[in-house]
């Protein structure tokens, strides 16, 4: 799987939007982008999940440039509720050798209020 | 739709014992992945079984095993435990192979004395 890199941590206010970027530069062609969020104790839980260009779904869009080479969680107007750890993950899911998650060190969101 | 379940919650057991834990995935699902998460090393695959079948297997010595039923509920069990074996265990249920979109229960918190 390609590795991933994104910052550790990151504060936001309440109400404002946050991009976490994550960078990918060895990403292959059957990849797919795709972001956990994560709480304490908790399991991870799916957010969004693209390939090329823009995907929106309720909770967050994913911005992947033309070469693929990093993508961007934007989360609109974050609560404290959002302060979590959010994970980057990169490879290709229908690979038959490839399809356990290696999940990065993550990005740990605080916000603040 | 009741999520991934995994029992028990919470466990503590000795140096040299044998623990197994369960997981029953969302209904329909077949695929099913175990993860250990700890502190010092994140998130890190175990295994993955897809119709009872142990589709990939992550770097963890054989002391480390698992299963699938029919049913797809899935086990898995850790023989001579030790120290470093505390940790949450996370498992995770998708629709098919691959990982398109995982579901992951609450973990059981595993903690080796």
């Excluded at chain 2, 250990?36 to 119709?51: C, V």
């Amino acid at each position: 799987l390609a590795k991933t890199t994104q910052p550790i941590s990151m504060d936001s206010y309440e109400g404002q939007e946050v991009n976490i970027t994550c960078s990918h530069n060895n990403i292959a062609t059957n990849d797919y982008i795709t972001w956990y969020q994560q709480f304490p104790s908790q399991g991870p839980r799916f957010i969004i999940q693209g390939y090329k260009t823009k995907v929106t779904n309720e909770v967050a869009s994913l911005f992947i440039p033309a070469d693929r080479k990093s993508s961007t969680l934007s989360l609109p107007r974050v609560s404290l509720s959002d302060t979590a750890v959010y994970y980057c993950l990169v490879g290709d899911p229908d690979s038959g050798s490839a399809r356990q998650l290696t999940f990065g060190s993550g990005t740990q969101l605080t916000v603040l209020p | 739709k009741a999520g991934v379940t995994q029992t028990p919650r919470y466990l503590i057991k000795t140096r040299g014992q044998q623990v197994t834990l369960s997981c029953s995935p969302i209904s329909g699902h077949r695929s099913v992945s175990w993860y250990q998460q700890t502190p010092g090393q994140g998130l890190q695959f175990l295994f993955e079984y897809f119709s009872e079948t142990q589709r990939n297997k992550g770097n963890f010595p054989g002391r480390f095993s698992g299963r699938q039923f029919s049913n797809s509920r899935s086990e898995m069990n850790v023989s001579t435990l030790e120290l470093g074996d505390s940790a949450l265990y996370l498992c995770a249920s998708s629709l098919g192979q691959g990982y398109h979109e995982q579901y992951f229960g609450p973990g059981t918190r595993l903690t080796v004395t």
